[in-house]
């Protein structure tokens, strides 16, 4: 039998730089353009051409000029940039990455549930799969989706899909009554009040931030809810030297880098403490990055009446988004 190699922590770091400096080399010679999520490794957001929140993203992959588009995320995100670059050839480091919130919402049984509600048009969340789009008349992402509902006549009957806490959150604040589908992110309903309340009393001078992806009882305790950008805006902004945050942890990388001088406390996702992180972003890795450049896959494929039907309501929230931070 052979032994066992352990490599260093020196000769690990080491590794690490050199598919780093591949990832990119090949990047440059195949004009291929990274876009990284916020809950991605923080190696992999350090590569990154352009990082950002859903929202963001989605308005980057509409203006690329690259031949290919490598998306360090989740499956949704990376159809949703091959649906505004048809023509362009679209990388998914690992296809397995996918959104507990995105497979809570399955097409045959949306279109049922579309069917009880013929008077009413559908928003949705850009976290579902491109199916889903083709069955919205709009999308929206967290940053946006208050002022995508907005846009609407008060009287207006809405079905909103597929997060409920985002949707119920949207109807307290917009005070509309939206019909909600039953779905939700499993990494932010996960977060119990529970342990949000025993880190508060630990910490009495720090402020909860948290996503609307959490549940009801968990953004009652927040000092502020808001998107992605939006929390890493408000910890920028913050005079709180003490921050609990709510979401996924990968976000603290670029809180940290943004406010060094703060101390951030991830709400844990057990009672072990574990980090809350989301499987599926975590899927991908530097050496994925690296492989799927170099054999350009896997690549997302659509059908082109898909990407021609989902489109639209994509292309409607962007355009209803234009003057927003990108």
């Not at 000029?65 to 670059?85: P, Q």
């Not at 889903?132 to 995508?148: E, H, P, R, Y």
């Not at 529970?194 to 009882?217: F, G, S, Y």
Request: aromatic share 6%; net charge negative.
């Amino acid at each position: 039998m052979f032994a066992p190699v352990y490599l260093t922590k020196q000769e690990n770091t080491k590794n690490m730089y050199v598919m780093r400096d591949k990832v990119l080399q090949l990047a440059k010679e195949k004009n291929a353009v990274i876009l990284a999520h916020y809950y991605q490794t923080s190696d992999i957001q350090e590569i990154a051409d352009f990082k950002g929140d859903s929202l963001a993203l989605a308005q980057r992959a509409s203006e690329v000029d690259a031949d290919i588009i490598l998306f360090a995320g989740v499956h949704f995100m990376a159809e949703t940039a091959k649906i505004l670059n048809p023509t362009r050839k679209v990388l998914l480091p690992d296809l397995e990455a996918g959104c507990s919130l995105a497979e809570s919402c399955p097409a045959d049984d949306f279109r049922k549930f579309k069917a009880l509600h013929p008077d009413h048009i559908v928003i949705s969340y850009i976290n579902c799969t491109a199916e889903i789009k083709t069955l919205s008349d709009v999308i929206c992402t967290s940053g946006n989706a208050v002022q995508i509902v907005e846009s609407f006549p008060k009287d207006q009957k809405i079905i909103f899909a597929p997060d409920k806490n985002l949707g119920r959150y949207i109807n307290e604040v917009t005070g509309r009554q939206m019909v909600l589908w039953d779905g939700t992110c499993e990494v932010h309903d996960i977060l119990s009040s529970e342990r949000i309340m025993k880190l508060k009393i630990e910490n009495p001078d720090a402020k909860l931030i948290a996503h609307p992806e959490c549940a009801h009882p968990v953004l009652l305790l927040a000092d502020f809810v808001g998107s992605t950008t939006a929390m890493l805006e408000y910890c920028k902004n913050s005079s709180s030297e003490k921050i609990i945050v709510a979401t996924e942890t990968g976000i603290l990388h670029q809180m940290q880098k943004d406010s060094p001088e703060k101390e951030f406390l991830i709400v844990p996702a057990d009672e072990s403490c574990s980090c809350n992180d989301c499987a599926y972003m975590k899927l991908n890795t530097m050496e994925k990055l690296y492989l799927a450049l170099k054999n350009e896959k896997p690549e997302i494929i659509l059908p082109d009446d898909v990407m021609e039907n989902a489109k639209a309501p994509i292309v409607r929230m962007l355009d209803l988004s234009k003057h927003l931070i990108k």
